[in-house]
């Protein structure tokens, strides 16, 4: 059984960074997807980033492509996702996912299993 169990969010000013964590449990095939989702208030779910478990390649969206980073550490079976130059707009829920074969996913059916959500808040 997938599990993803997501830490980090807060508040942070715009310009500033922020890096969530999520450890993984249960997947089996290193080139099984693992990805980054976001929500804002009133809008859809949306990809933002992507990367084989176990490392590889990865996929971001354009609106976080040169701002964010997705990463692994192994030995700690952790997708991290480092987020700079954040501007207001990068306020949302932030949701970790897990999309077996899917690669990468960008849109909220290409997930299979979702962590609990972690808010992020940028200020003017």
């Known amino acids: 059984r997938i599990q993803l169990m997501e830490a980090g969010g807060g508040s942070v000013q715009a310009g500033g960074s922020l890096t969530l964590s999520c450890v993984v449990s249960g997947i089996t095939y290193t080139s099984d997807c693992v990805g980054w989702f976001r929500q804002a208030p009133g809008s859809g779910r949306e990809a933002i980033a992507s990367q084989y478990w176990r490392g590889g390649g990865t996929w971001y969206a354009r609106s976080v492509n040169r701002r964010f980073t997705i990463s692994q550490v192994n030995a700690k079976d952790t997708s991290y996702l480092q987020m700079t130059l954040m501007v207001p707009n990068d306020t949302a829920m932030y949701y970790c996912?897990?999309?077996?074969?899917?690669?990468?996913?960008?849109?909220?059916?290409?997930?299979?299993?979702w962590g609990q959500g972690a808010q992020v808040a940028v200020s003017e």
């Open positions: 996912a897990y999309g077996g074969g899917n690669w990468p996913m960008k849109r909220p059916d290409d997930s299979m299993y």
